[in-house]
Nanobody, 123 residues
Framework: QLQLVESGGGLVQPGGSLRLSCAAS????????IGWFRQAPGKEREGVGC????????VYVDSVKGRFTISRDNAKNTVYLQMNRLKAEDTAIYYC????????????????WGQGTQVTVSS
């Protein structure tokens, strides 16, 4: 059974950093594209970034380019979202999601989702 578990969220001051983890079980994560999404209160879920299956490239929404980076550790079956220079508007619940091979900007095309982890950026 495919399962994704996010961790690493928390409260951080503006300008700070967090690293989110997305640990997979029940499948080999390197064969899957992993997307990171977020949902702020009262807003729709939006894509933050995505990394294609192992060896592929990563793409990011404009608002996080240069600040967020997705990486993989295939040995740990885990994908990370490194978030630097955080802003108040980054506050949201962050989710990771998996689909075979290629990224998509459409959340509905991802079949497996984690439970989410809260990120709060506030002074």
């Amino acid at each position: 059974q495919l399962q994704l578990v996010e961790s690493g969220g928390g409260l951080v001051q503006p300008g700070g950093s967090l690293r989110l983890s997305c640990a997979a079980s029940g499948f080999t994560l390197e064969n899957y594209a992993i997307g990171w999404f977020r949902q702020a209160p009262g807003k729709e879920r939006e894509g933050v970034g995505c990394t294609s299956s192992s060896g592929g490239s990563s793409v990011y929404v404009d608002s996080v380019k240069g600040r967020f980076t997705i990486s993989r550790d295939n040995a740990k079956n885990t994908v990370y979202l490194q978030m630097n220079r955080l802003k108040a508007e980054d506050t949201a619940i962050y989710y990771c999601a998996a689909r075979m091979t290629f990224c998509s900007a459409v959340a509905g095309r991802f079949g497996s989702w984690g439970q989410g982890t809260q990120v709060t950026v506030s002074s």
